[in-house]
């Protein structure tokens, strides 16, 4: 079992359109999460990070589930800008490697 | 550009060659991380400084992979006689070690591609 798990898509919705991505990891002990957008042949780049209690920023919402170890984000008002991959990301260690699931692919279409 | 930065940025090598591969980090950021991606799959963490000590490396870091980081500043990933299945996108990030310590930041990669 990898150690975290996404869909892998693709999405394809309109815009304007509200999409929502999970996550689930299987470390209990990681302590730090994200979501990291990469577009193609890009470097991934930070999104947002995942708090305890939820947070947003903007039109995107990430939600953390500790007990059931489930990640979640939520994109509303979807943009043509938003087409890209999105990884989930946990941290593992003392040494803070970052673990990556293997993205949900979006493609948002006029 | 305060960014991340990596050289080169794409890389043809043939198999058995040796190519090294560098990275410089956010100037203030004291963590340094080597990653490595393959079509299809989400970055894997290869190995981990902390200003100049190599804290941690994957199992994934054969012996035919070193990395070094001589004065806690850029660092450079080494790999000899490559194969195929070395052919990836190599990437960097940094961090800090104080605040959002856990937000790592990524260069633009360096692509390899091993014929």
């Known amino acids: 079992r990898k150690e975290v798990e996404q869909d892998p898509g693709p999405f394809n919705v309109p815009e304007g359109a509200t999409v929502a991505f999970n996550c689930t990891y299987s470390?209990?002990?990681?302590?730090?999460f994200f979501w990291y957008r990469q577009d193609c042949r890009k470097e991934p780049k930070l999104l947002m990070s995942v708090y305890s209690s939820g947070n947003e920023d903007g039109r995107f919402t990430a939600q953390l589930n500790r007990a059931s170890q489930y990640i979640s984000l939520l994109i509303r008002d979807s943009k043509l800008s938003d087409s890209a991959t999105y990884l989930c990301v946990v941290n593992s260690g003392g040494y803070n490697k970052l673990i990556f699931g293997a993205g949900t692919r979006l493609a948002v279409h006029p | 550009d305060t960014g991340v930065s990596q050289n080169p940025r794409h890389k043809i090598t043939k198999r058995g060659q040796n190519v090294t591969f560098r990275c410089d980090p956010i100037s203030e950021h004291n963590r340094l991380y080597w990653y490595r991606q393959t079509l299809g799959q989400g970055p894997e963490f290869l190995t981990y400084?902390?200003?100049?000590?190599?804290?941690?490396k994957s199992r994934l870091l054969s012996d035919r992979f070193s990395a070094e980081r001589p004065k806690g500043s850029f660092s450079t990933l080494e790999i000899q006689r490559t194969e195929q299945g070395d052919s990836a996108m190599y990437l960097c990030a940094s961090s800090t070690s104080g605040g959002s310590s856990y937000e790592q930041y990524f260069g633009p990669g360096t692509r390899l591609t091993v014929t």
């Open positions: 400084f902390q200003n100049e000590a190599q804290l941690e």
């Open positions: 470390n209990s002990a990681s302590q730090s």
